[in-house]
């Protein structure tokens, strides 16, 4: 199968869409079909053989962050030559309604096409507002795909029909089997939390787990915050207390072998967000991986580590934006070796349920029924 994939989002700043697409493509040439993407890209940035540039980025703010995106009539004429060019037997757009490489191949794209919606915002004005003159647009999608509960709801709250629910992937493999670093590891005296995310957003919750933090230096002195990710050290240091800071690593941004070995060292993994998820990939790295997960109980989250009631829990849950409730749990985790243990084992079970072997089969049991039938 010929798949044409559309990221709207740059692919010079790591972000959880780009590594789903990234992702996908990967499984698919592995898988013998032929999978070409097409996304924002700088001139300068070196791109994998599948990738096909549409056009440098310019930063916007969306959904409560800011995202690289690109638009007009240049990027419009490179997307039409590329849909022509490809000759694709399906064409999957990834965030179709943002104003970007997705929208632009919507328009211009005929025959079956795939959208996967990672967005979870029900109070979108945008969306509500463009909603009437999307409309035509939309009804060219054949199969619909929402990452998450939460962003299924989005798409009929305010796109009407619906979509079915395929999460987001992960190479469990890749993160299994990952070694432990002495960069990272903590000791009984020196244990280690880590945090993911962009460090000047927001909504990533770098302040709610630095008033945490707190809690955690008053009960273990020794202890240390693993940073990782971009973004101002200088304002994120700014944010903090002068104990905290002085126990804070900033890494920056890692490669993924950097990150599946710091989730196989670290005695925790925090995962303080404060709203905008949809899903949470990076919990379910953190399981592959073998750290501990405590995160704030946004609805996407409890999804991921309370799958059923009275199922098995795979991680900690505290109330969102409760800063000395998650240093707490912080602090009764470090103390219970046990309890580390066990959501360990849980959350490679859990993870098991999202690796790539499961999740593209129905991604591309939804490119079947598209082509076979032309539609749901």
């Given amino acids: ?33 032929h999978a070409s993407v097409l996304a924002p890209a700088d001139d300068n940035t070196e791109l994998p053989d599948y990738l096909v540039s549409c056009g440098r980025a310019v930063p916007v703010r969306y959904n409560g962050s800011v995202a690289r995106l690109t638009f007009g009539p240049v990027t ?14 399906v064409v999957h757009l990834h965030e179709p309604v943002t104003p970007s490489a997705s929208l632009l191949a919507l328009w211009a794209a005929e025959g079956p096409i795939v959208a996967t919606f990672h967005t979870a915002n029900l109070r ?21 795909i929402a990452v998450s509960e939460e962003a299924r709801r989005t798409v009929t709250t305010h796109l009407g029909g619906d979509a079915v629910v395929i999460p987001n992937g992960v190479d469990v493999a890749a993160f299994a089997s990952a070694t432990v670093d002495p960069r990272y590891a903590g000791t009984p005296d020196r244990p280690t939390v880590a945090f993911l995310g962009r460090i ?17 230096l008053r009960a273990r002195p020794g202890a240390r915050l693993l940073i990782a990710g971009p973004g101002s050290v200088e304002q994120a240091r700014e944010r903090m207390t002068p104990s905290v800071a002085a126990a804070s690593e900033f890494l920056g941004l890692i490669s993924d072998a950097d990150k599946a070995r710091l989730f ?13 998820e949809s899903f ?17 109980d946004l609805p996407a989250f409890v999804r ?9 829990v795979a991680g900690v849950l505290f109330p969102n934006e409760d800063g000395a409730n998650l240093g707490r749990c912080l602090v009764a985790l470090l103390d219970d070796p046990a309890r580390r243990a066990d959501l360990r084992t849980a959350g490679h ?7 790539w072997s499961r999740v593209a089969k129905d991604i591309v049991a939804v490119y079947d029924t598209v082509t076979n039938t032309g539609g749901w």
């Fill in 1 to 33: 199968m010929r798949v044409g994939i559309v990221c709207p989002y740059s692919f010079d700043v790591p972000g959880g869409v780009q590594f789903h697409v990234r992702d996908l493509a990967r499984y698919l040439l592995a898988a013998g079909h």
């Fill in 76 to 89: 419009a004429a490179r997307v039409s030559r590329w849909l022509s060019d490809g000759n694709f037997d």
């Fill in 124 to 144: 979108s004005r945008a969306m509500q507002a463009a909603y009437p003159m999307l409309r035509p647009s939309l009804e060219k999608i054949g199969g619909r």
């Fill in 200 to 216: 000047d957003e927001p909504r990533k919750g770098l302040h709610v787990l630095s008033r945490g933090f707190e809690e955690v």
């Fill in 264 to 276: 196989a060292s670290v005695d925790a993994y925090a995962a303080p967000q404060t709203g905008g």
């Fill in 280 to 296: 949470g990939i990076v919990l379910v790295e953190a399981m592959a991986g073998g750290a501990p997960v405590v995160a704030s």
């Fill in 304 to 312: 991921v580590l309370q799958p059923a009631p009275g199922g098995e």
């Fill in 349 to 355: 079970r859990r993870a098991a349920s999202f690796d």
